[in-house]
Structure formats: C-alpha cells, structure tokens
C-alpha cells in the first residue's frame, strides 16, 4: 500500500507519539497537532488523506470542528476518536460529515485497520465520483459533435426537458445516435446517479421480450427455473430507453400503456402488481403517426409516448457538421491505434460532405475507422476516400446522371481520380528512376530520356529528394 498522509489531532502526546509510531512502522506519513484550532488550519489548508481526531479537546470541540470543516471544506476524510463511545456521539458524528469511529482505548491493529479502511473508503468515493463525471462527460453535448442551427436546437430542447420526468420520443433515421441523445437527456436529469439501461425492441421475440421488460416467475415458461426480475425493476429510479419501440407486439404495447399510465406492471406468470419508478425515453425511425393511422400502432400508447417529440436530423441534413465529426472520429481511432494522423486533404473532405451517409452518423464513422486502420500515409487523401466509398463502382455503374449538375459533378469527380492515380504514377516513376540509379539524378534523367533540369522540376513538384531517397533506401 502507498503512504497514507495522516493528521492526528490530539491533546494528549502520548497519543500523538503512538499514532505516529504505529502508523511510521507500516510506512504511511504522520503529523500530529495538539490544539483544536491548529488542527482545523491544518485541515483546511489541505493535503492529508485521513485525519484522526479526538473529540474532547481542549479549546475547540470536536463536533465544532467537524462542522467547520463541512461547511468550509466538505469532501475532508475524518476519523473521530474519543473515549466517550456512545451510539449517539457516532451518529452525531457521521451526520457532520466524519468516515468513521474509533473508540478509545484502541490497540495498534484497530488504529492501523480505522486509517486504511478509511483510506480505501476515499479511493473508491473519489473514482465513484470520477467516474460519475466520466459518465457525465461523455454523453454532455461537448461529446455530440454539432453546431448546425438544428443540432443547436437540439441541445436546447435537451436542456428544457431532461430536469423533468416526461416522457421523450426520438424520432430519426438508423444510425443519426439516438441513443447517445437519449444518455444526454439522462445524465442532465435527476435521475443521472441512477441506472441508464437500453433495450433494443426489435431483437427479442414477443415473449421473451415482456419477460426481459417484466420478469417472470418460477415455472411461467419452460426454462423459467427461477424467479427473475426484469429491467423495470433494475431501472428503478432511473431512465428506460426502448429503441425501436415501433416494434413492439399489440400485446407489449398495451402492457407498456398500462406502465405510462399507473407505473404498475406485472411479472410474466404472476398475479402480483409491482409498481416502477422509471422514466421511459423511448427511439423509433418509423412514422408512429402514420402507423396509428394504419393501425399497427396504438393511438393511445402513441399520445403517451410522444409528450415530448424529438426529431433527428439525417447527416445529409446538416452537412457543415460532418468535417467536425470526421476530425473527431480520425482522433478518436489515433489513440485507439496508436497512430499520428495530421487530417484530410481538402478534396478529401469535399468527397465526405457530398456524399449522401444512407448510414449517417454510425456509416461516417465505420468509413473513418477503417481509413485509420487501413493508411500508411501522414494524410487521408481523396484516393483513400474513393477506394473506402466505393465511388469508382458508382462511376461505372449503369446510374445515369438526371441533371447537367449530376453530370458535371461525376465529371469532375471522374477527372480527381485520374489526376489521383497520374500524380501516383509519376512519384512512382521519380522513385524508380532513381533508385536504379543510385540517387543520383544526372543518371536518373539520362536514362528515362528527360533533361535534367525537368526531372528536378519534378522531383521538386513531388517534394522528392535525391538525398532523401538514398537515405531511405540505406536504411532499409
């Protein structure tokens, strides 16, 4: 274990000097105050994991202090010590803020075991609290990269509805992150210490299904060996996203119907009402308005659902986002490969906003993914682009363009990828000139028939070095 830095605040030396010298022996830090009021400047001026301190001082009561402390510097780490135990005074205690109780008299293992334990009690609500703002971090609109006027509005409506516990619907095309929206709402609402749980309503059977949402009771089923509690239950305080809800079964939607309106549901084989406190947030890339219309969806499940709409826009929708979210992914796989990327040409990024992302935001990153995977270059360049988007098999495809825009546009694409592939051919051949010739470039332009002067043009044009290419070649 790391050295534990110790403030013991005592007005009996021999206490000090025990403290200190148990606790030197197992390596941690120790200091020792012997007055109330030195010890709470101490405290407040900070860099002690764990203080011990005695209740009946001198000057300052013990209880006056730990309420200082709260007041003035909550999060500090006290143990109380004191020769009075009583149920009431450790109460008291916890109450003003203190970790723990520590009884006196107390042998050398109790003194030991109190500051230890304390100190992993610090641990773990410090990385609790870590990851809570990790948590927090992650899904805050910092980490939804958009700045387009829709986005932004997004945010906003985010920010009015997340502190209430109404109901939201997120309408958008697969892949456009509803549910990285649907954490958003959660982690600003009060329920964001509670649990996030989502759950796909397309993957499951019916029957599985209510019993995943429900739980179920020993012998419901065949397999059902026990009883199990469902995600109502384990989302108790917190927020339920049911994606694809518009693939919920006519007998799913009335049982969810009955949750939105009396928070009471029932186990799957049981005849017992439980009730839930779970605030639903609820996806779909279907009309569900369109769908009540066809009757396929409950209109009345429907007006329950859709008290707050949300709608997403498709990429195609907001195109000045997608170089934000093009640089943030390339980084995001940087770090997960390793790698050192310096970004996109300017074709390059020119290719990722016209084209059309069916896939949206998840396609976009899918394609940036594999480019960082796959290059071996400083840049991700046009080609690398048009191998990954497939775009020369859209070029020789049987899809006639319907515009002189679309025909001036497969044009010019058409054009970027032949000077592409030239401008690759003629390093290639710079290369090749001059490694058959030792670098040396005299020899290098004789023997592919060109004047010298323009064979260093080009190699200047290319940024290509004869010195550069020998070293290279050296080191190889």
Not at 83 to 110: H, R, W
Not at 258 to 284: F, N
Not at 300 to 322: G, W
Not at 407 to 422: D, M, P, S, T, Y
Request: hydrophobic share 40%; charged share 30%.
């Amino acid at each position: 274990m790391e050295p534990i830095r110790t403030l013991v605040i005592d007005d009996e030396r021999s206490i000090c000097e025990a403290c200190r010298s148990v606790l030197s022996k197992r390596g941690h830090i120790v200091d020792v105050r012997m007055t109330g009021q030195a010890g709470l400047d101490t405290i407040l001026g900070g860099g002690y994991e764990i203080t011990l301190l005695d209740m009946k001082l001198p000057d300052l009561d013990g209880m006056e202090i730990l309420r200082t402390v709260q007041k003035e510097k909550p999060g500090e780490h006290i143990v109380v010590m004191t020769g009075y135990s009583t149920v009431q005074n450790a109460v008291e205690a916890m109450k003003l803020g203190a970790l723990d109780y520590l009884a006196k008299p107390f042998d050398d293992d109790q003194l030991v075991l109190a500051v230890e334990r304390g100190a992993e009690k610090k641990r773990l609500m410090e990385e609790n609290l870590y990851l809570r703002k990790e948590l927090l971090d992650r899904y805050s609109f910092e980490n939804i990269i958009g700045e387009t006027p829709r986005i932004l509005e997004i945010f906003e409506a985010i920010r009015k509805v997340a502190p209430t516990d109404s109901t939201v619907l997120l309408y958008g095309e697969s892949g456009t992150g509803k549910e990285l929206f649907a954490r958003a709402v959660h982690s600003h609402s009060e329920r964001s210490r509670r649990p996030f749980i989502p759950i796909d309503c397309s993957t499951l059977a019916p029957g599985l299904l209510e019993s995943e949402l429900f739980g179920h009771v020993k012998g419901a089923f065949t397999g059902a060996l026990q009883d199990k509690a469902g995600i109502f239950a384990a989302a108790k305080k917190g927020t339920l996203f049911l994606d694809d809800v518009a693939n919920l079964s006519p007998e799913l939607q009335a049982k969810l119907l009955r949750v939105l309106e009396s928070k009471e549901y029932k186990p799957v084989g049981s005849d017992q009402i439980l009730t839930t406190d779970v605030r639903i947030i609820a996806a779909t890339n279907k009309d569900l308005g369109q769908m009540v219309n066809d009757g396929a969806f409950r209109e009345d499940l429907y007006y329950r659902l859709n008290v707050f709409p949300i709608h997403l826009p498709p990429l195609r929708e907001r195109k000045a986002d997608i170089p934000k979210l093009a640089y943030h992914f390339m980084r995001v796989f940087c770090r997960k490969t390793g790698k050192r990327l310096q970004g996109f040409t300017d074709d390059a990024l020119e290719v990722l906003v016209k084209h059309p992302w069916p896939g949206n935001v998840r396609e976009l990153k899918n394609v940036v993914e594999r480019l960082v995977i796959m290059t071996d270059q400083g840049v991700l360049s046009f080609l690398d682009l048009m191998h990954h988007l497939q775009a020369r098999r859209s070029l020789e495809e049987d899809r006639v363009p319907a515009t002189m825009e679309q025909l001036r546009g497969a044009k010019r694409v058409k054009k970027q990828i032949l000077e592409h592939a030239f401008t690759n051919m003629e390093k290639a051949f710079l290369m090749q000139a001059l490694e058959g010739s030792g670098g040396n470039i005299t020899h290098a332009a004789a023997k592919v028939g060109m004047q010298r002067s323009n064979f260093s043009a080009l190699m200047k044009k290319h940024g290509i070095s004869a010195g550069g290419q020998a070293k290279k070649k050296e080191s190889e």
